[in-house]
Structure formats: structure tokens, C-alpha cells
């Protein structure tokens, strides 16, 4: 009996974190760039149970089970493994804003590869995003909206001077007559990258980076200014498997009480001594 009712509680569990996993995407479905985590669930291993001793076991049917016959095999529920992005290319929005751009992958040479901003985080450290919402500080440096310094293709950050630049669609701009050209890095996995929170993504230590990839690496891309990539995600079908994820819940939480009333029956009742 125990044994079911681990099962549902796991299965409980696998949808709770899958419903975080969505309410997540529904709440970004609007964040420009943000890359929709999509979770994948997995049955934990099935055990073969067997009949331990040397009594054999009579059936209704007069039939008796061997000495280390098999009983059968046993499911231990599910859980949700991991929680991957999907890289696919966003939507573009014309906005008008000159410090708005954003990064269309136009060719890439693995499926799962996918490009990115490079950018520079509060600690000093090089870090990832898609998001091109930028926007010209008190010094004229290019950041994120949160404030991180947007950096070329050298790691320096970029200084504008003001918000009026231009940017060609192989991201050049020119600042005072000096050519700069906006840091761009491709990885051929994308799924290695981790999500650090506010648009950011660091290098896991399986990843690798390809830094201001070009046309000889088979990687073609371009920047369109005074536009934003949307989100991937899909608000009605992400509606529709919250749903989905809430009933499935509800089932294993229905068959939890179904399995605690039957112990509690079993404790008070059954093994009451008249």
C-alpha cells in the first residue's frame, strides 16, 4: 500500500515543479529575448520484485509459485528531470527606439546552436543574453536595461556617447569616426548555457563558446536596430498545459487521499482487538 502512495506523492511533486516551470513562462511571455524553459519528465527506474524464501506461495487456483519465482515489476512513479530553453527564434517588434536591437539568427551550422549579446555583469564577469533592450547610461556607455555594460567584439564596453547611433546589420557602429562592432558569440549547444536570472546566461564547465563567430564558421546572423525580438513563448499553449498539469495534480492528490483513508482504516479498524 505504502508503495502507491509514494507513487502518487511523487507524481504530485513531478507536477508541482512543472507547473513553477510554466507559470515561469507565462510571466516572461512578454520579457524581449526570454527563451521558454520547456521540462521533461522521466519514470524513475522500474524494480523487478521477486519472491524472497524457500515457502512456496498457494493461489486461488491451487497453483504455487516456485522457489525465486518472479512477482513482477514495480513502478516507482515520476519526477521531472530538467528544465531545457528553447532557443527558437522570437518574433520581431518594430519599436523605434535606437537603442533597441535585436539578433536574428539567420544560419547556423547545429541545430541546437544559438547566438547571443555578450555582455558584462556587476562582478566584472562575461555573461550572455538575447535580450537587446538597451539603453545609453549617464556616461554614454550602451547596458542592459538592468545596467550592464553591452561589450564589443574585444570585451571592452561600448561607450556611444548618447542615444543617437547607428548600427549596420553586421552589427558596426561608428562612435567619434572610430568603427566598433558589437560582441556577438555563438555556441553549438545551447542547452549547456544556465540561466542566472535578469535575461542572463553564464557557461556551464561543458559548454563552449565561440566568440564574434563569422560567415567562415558557418554561423549567419544579423542586427536589426529599432526592433526587439519577442518571446518564444506561446501564451495559449502554455495556458492550455497549465490546465493540463493542474488536473494531472489534482488525480494524484485525489488517489493520495484515497491510500491515507485506507491506512487510516486499517490502523483504527482493522487492527482494533475486540
Known amino acids: 500500500m505504502l508503495r502507491g502512495f509514494y507513487t502518487a506523492a511523487a507524481g504530485m511533486m513531478a507536477n508541482q515543479r512543472m507547473q513553477?516551470?510554466?507559470?515561469?513562462?507565462?510571466?516572461?511571455?512578454?520579457?524581449?529575448?526570454?527563451?521558454?524553459?520547456?521540462?521533461?519528465?522521466?519514470?524513475?527506474?522500474?524494480?523487478?520484485?521477486?519472491?524472497?524464501?524457500?515457502k512456496t506461495i498457494?493461489?486461488?487456483?491451487?497453483?504455487?509459485?516456485?522457489?525465486?519465482?518472479?512477482?513482477?515489476?514495480?513502478?516507482?512513479?515520476?519526477?521531472?528531470?530538467?528544465?531545457?530553453?528553447?532557443?527558437?527564434?522570437?518574433?520581431?517588434?518594430?519599436?523605434?527606439?535606437?537603442t533597441d536591437l535585436a539578433l536574428v539568427q539567420n544560419e547556423v551550422p547545429e541545430e541546437s546552436g544559438s547566438l547571443f549579446f555578450r555582455v558584462q555583469n556587476e562582478d566584472g564577469e562575461e555573461r550572455y543574453t538575447r535580450n537587446g533592450n538597451f539603453t545609453v547610461d549617464g556616461e554614454g556607455f550602451l547596458t542592459t536595461n538592468l545596467g550592464y555594460y553591452v561589450l564589443d567584439e574585444d570585451g571592452d564596453p561600448i561607450n556611444t556617447g548618447g542615444m543617437e547611433f547607428d548600427v549596420s546589420q553586421n552589427g558596426e557602429l561608428t562612435v567619434d569616426g572610430q568603427a566598433l562592432t558589437l560582441g556577438v558569440s555563438y555556441t553549438p549547444d545551447a542547452s549547456q548555457m544556465v540561466k542566472e536570472g535578469n535575461d542572463l546566461y553564464r557557461l556551464s564547465e561543458e559548454a563552449t563558446i565561440l566568440l564574434n563567430p563569422g560567415a567562415?564558421?558557418?554561423?549567419?546572423?544579423?542586427?536589426?536596430?529599432?526592433?526587439?525580438?519577442?518571446?518564444?513563448?506561446?501564451?495559449?499553449?502554455?495556458?492550455?498545459?497549465?490546465?493540463?498539469?493542474?488536473?494531472?495534480?489534482?488525480?494524484?492528490?485525489?488517489?493520495?487521499?484515497?491510500?491515507?483513508?485506507?491506512?487510516?482504516?486499517?490502523?483504527?479498524?482493522?487492527?482494533?482487538?475486540?
Open 20 to 54: 513553477e516551470t510554466l507559470s515561469n513562462n507565462m510571466a516572461n511571455a512578454y520579457t524581449p529575448g526570454y527563451k521558454a524553459d520547456q521540462g521533461t519528465m522521466r519514470a524513475f527506474p522500474e524494480l523487478l520484485i521477486e519472491r524472497m524464501g524457500s
Open 58 to 98: 498457494p493461489t486461488k487456483n491451487g497453483f504455487k509459485i516456485p522457489d525465486g519465482g518472479h512477482v513482477g515489476s514495480l513502478n516507482t512513479g515520476v519526477y521531472m528531470q530538467e528544465a531545457i530553453p528553447s532557443f527558437a527564434q522570437g518574433d520581431l517588434k518594430e519599436t523605434g527606439v535606437g
Open 216 to 274: 567562415e564558421e558557418g554561423v549567419g546572423f544579423s542586427i536589426r536596430q529599432h526592433h526587439l525580438e519577442q518571446s518564444n513563448v506561446d501564451p495559449n499553449r502554455t495556458m492550455t498545459e497549465m490546465m493540463n498539469t493542474y488536473r494531472s495534480f489534482e488525480m494524484n492528490q485525489r488517489v493520495l487521499k484515497a491510500y491515507d483513508q485506507s491506512m487510516q482504516k486499517a490502523v483504527t479498524e482493522i487492527g482494533r482487538i475486540s
